[in-house]
């Protein structure tokens, strides 16, 4: 009977390398990681025996490799990567890529280039990935207590400057008026291609402080885009992963105001999506929290309003007039001296239209239809033709709340529109919007006007 054959693990000559030039003996290092390790929240109980098993080959666990890279980073004085300690094998990584909030900027940057490269690849477990509550809200938690990154700036690689990051924030621009105007399911390959192709290589060049905050800054809004156009594909898990990186790199950018809007615009919403009202108001006020006195006005209405979904959708009535009464107050301070043209770009899209639009939903899952048909019809007559998902998603929201008055033919020539327009379009979003109000239709189905519709939709869909 032949012998099976043994696998040892390789030494980590790495480690090895990189202790000898810290000068570090292994209980010194090992104190280094577990008070780098207490800054982020973790309690870490490393000693010398731990270091030597590392030096052996063994890989610790979850977050650990960044935090040892972080430690080693800071007694050289430089930036240590978890491949330079030989500890980016991908095995901390697999079916979790995306999903951590990372303790170092290196590993921020590791993990999404990472996830750019899976999402092109089309890996399996992205796609198939659904959405745990929690992975939602505990990011929110980190930025909220993470230090600000003191360093970001970076002397290896290609040198990359202000002009190619103003070539990211045009391409974010470009890629979000298509989006706007066909839906994702035009769009969504080019985003991610792009970002794996040339945005991965800038994050990887040699740049200055000031120009590595800006870089952070515009990929922080390219990669939020990109998660977006997961939702509106169908992918909530992938979202999800790309979410929690934009939200990262904008701590990386030192931009708590965005930051906040990720959680509030991006996360809060994924939430609504999802049926998890309690996380959208948690989400929210997170972002409140986190971005106090960082923020426009504008960008405070739009955290309010996201606030004032999740209590609707718990049926507070009371909690949500409150919220969006805020909200409206401040959506109303933009137009005086305080809310004076300063807004950053990422939030001037959120007009009173998109505000009419938030409190239609408040609305509607309220039950409070004459209510909901004004707010829809007031964001209609605000929104342009080149928003075309989201006219179609507040002609969907009148029609529900006609629906809910029980004017069925009215609702039934409302939905009608709202088809025609998502036949221009490839979103995910907008046919899940067709679809619960054809459940809403149900009580209905006997009615001439509700069969004829439901064939227009079957003829549409053959």
């Not at 007039?321 to 137009?335: D, K, L, P, Y």
């Given at each position: 009977m032949a012998a099976r054959p043994l696998v040892a693990r390789q030494p980590n000559e790495r480690l090895q390398a990189l202790i000898q030039e810290a000068g570090c003996s292994n209980a010194g290092l090992a104190r280094r990681v577990n008070m780098c390790g207490a800054e982020h929240g973790l309690d870490l109980r490393y000693d010398k025996t731990s270091v030597a098993r590392w030096l052996r080959g063994q890989q610790p666990r979850g977050r650990a490799p960044g935090i040892i890279a972080e430690a080693l980073g800071r007694k050289l004085g430089r930036t240590v990567t978890i491949d330079e300690i030989g500890m980016a094998n991908g095995k901390n990584l697999a079916s979790g890529v995306g999903l951590q909030f990372s303790p170092t900027v290196l590993g921020a940057i590791e993990q999404v280039c990472e996830l750019w490269r899976s999402d092109v690849?089309?890996?399996d477990f992205l796609s198939g990935s659904s959405v745990a509550a929690s992975a939602?809200?505990?990011?929110?938690?980190?930025?909220?207590?993470?230090s600000p990154d003191a360093q970001v700036g970076r002397t290896a690689g290609p040198r990359v400057g202000l002009s190619d990051v103003?070539?990211?924030?045009?391409?974010?621009?470009?890629?979000?008026?298509?989006?706007?105007?066909?839906?994702s399911g035009h769009v969504r390959p080019v985003v991610?291609?792009?970002?794996?192709?040339?945005?991965?290589?800038?994050?990887?060049?040699?740049?200055?402080?000031?120009?590595?905050?800006?870089?952070?800054?515009?990929?922080?809004?390219?990669?939020?885009?990109?998660?977006?156009?997961?939702?509106?594909?169908?992918?909530?898990?992938?979202?999800?992963?790309?979410?929690?990186?934009?939200?990262?790199?904008?701590?990386?950018?030192?931009?708590?105001?965005?930051?906040?809007?990720?959680?509030?615009?991006?996360?809060?919403?994924?939430?609504?999506?999802?049926?998890?009202?309690?996380?959208?108001?948690?989400?929210?006020?997170?972002?409140?929290?986190?971005?106090?006195?960082?923020?426009?006005?504008?960008?405070?209405?739009?955290?309010y309003a996201a606030e004032a979904r999740g209590h609707a959708l718990l049926g507070d009535a009371r909690s949500?007039?409150?919220?969006?009464?805020?909200?409206?107050?401040?959506?109303?301070?933009?137009?005086?001296?305080?809310?004076?043209?300063?807004?950053p770009v990422w939030i001037r899209h959120f007009d009173q239209a998109y505000l009419a639009d938030e409190l239609a939903h408040c609305h509607r899952d309220l039950g409070q239809a004459d209510a909901a048909a004004r707010r829809a019809e007031e964001s209609l007559a605000g929104h342009p033709p080149t928003r075309a998902r989201r006219r179609a998603i507040g002609l969907v929201l009148l029609a529900t709340a006609q629906v809910q008055r029980r004017e069925v033919e009215q609702a039934c020539h409302t939905g009608t529109k709202a088809v025609e327009l998502l036949g221009t379009l490839r979103s995910n979003r907008?046919?899940?919007y067709l679809d619960d109000f054809q459940q809403r239709l149900e009580p209905f189905r006997e009615e001439p006007v509700v069969r004829e519709f439901g064939a227009r939709l079957d003829l549409q869909a053959a």
């Open positions: 690849g089309r890996r939602l809200v505990e990011p929110s938690r980190d930025w909220l207590i993470s103003a070539a990211v924030k045009a391409m974010t621009e470009a890629l979000t008026q298509l989006d706007h105007q066909y839906g991610v291609h792009y970002l794996n192709s040339v945005v991965s290589g800038l994050l990887a060049g040699s740049y200055r402080e000031s120009v590595g905050r800006e870089l952070f800054a515009a990929v922080a809004r390219l990669t939020e885009l990109a998660g977006y156009m997961a939702v509106d594909t169908g992918q909530p898990g992938l979202a999800q992963r790309y979410y929690i990186q934009a939200l990262r790199l904008a701590q990386a950018a030192g931009d708590r105001a965005y930051g906040g809007y990720v959680l509030a615009a991006s996360m809060s919403h994924l939430a609504a999506q999802l049926g998890n009202p309690r996380e959208i108001s948690q989400l929210a006020r997170a972002a409140q929290e986190g971005a106090r006195g960082r923020v426009t006005p504008r960008a405070e209405s739009m955290f949500t007039q409150a919220v969006a009464g805020r909200a409206v107050e401040a959506m109303e301070r933009t137009t005086g001296e305080e809310g004076s043209g300063d807004d907008g046919a899940e």
